[in-house]
């Protein structure tokens, strides 16, 4: 399992890569693997409100719809439609091309209690116990 140290992770397994007050959102390599062959993205628009542990999307895979929740708060400022086309760029590159959302964060610290890549294994490990 994938989890790069440069990211953030929430308990609903999506990360976040802070740069600045900028956000860019996906959902994680364990994720996207329990999901299956993901066939379909549903992304808010730009301009649009996140709140923390709101839904903010859906994936459609050929085993399952699964929501994605925010993991902070802020306004949507860009979107990546090239998933429109090709929904399966979150399976092959969960971390790269599979992003789906850049939020402008209205609360930098929300990120602070969000876990680490050590954190974030060790509880895919106990939700798996």
Known sequence: MNTPDDLKYSTKHEWIRLEGNTA???V???AQEQLGD???VELPNVGDPLISDE??????????VS???????GKVIEVNDDLNDNPERV???SYGEGWM???ELTDTDSANKLMDHTAYQAFINEEGA
């Open 24 to 26: 860019t959102i996906g």
């Open 67 to 73: 929501d994605c929740y925010a993991p902070i708060s």
């Open 91 to 93: 399976n092959k590159d």
């Open 101 to 103: 959302i850049k939020v």
């Open 55 to 64: 839904s903010f999307g859906v994936l459609e895979s050929v085993k399952a």
């Open 38 to 40: 993901i066939v379909y």
């Open 28 to 30: 994680t390599d364990h």
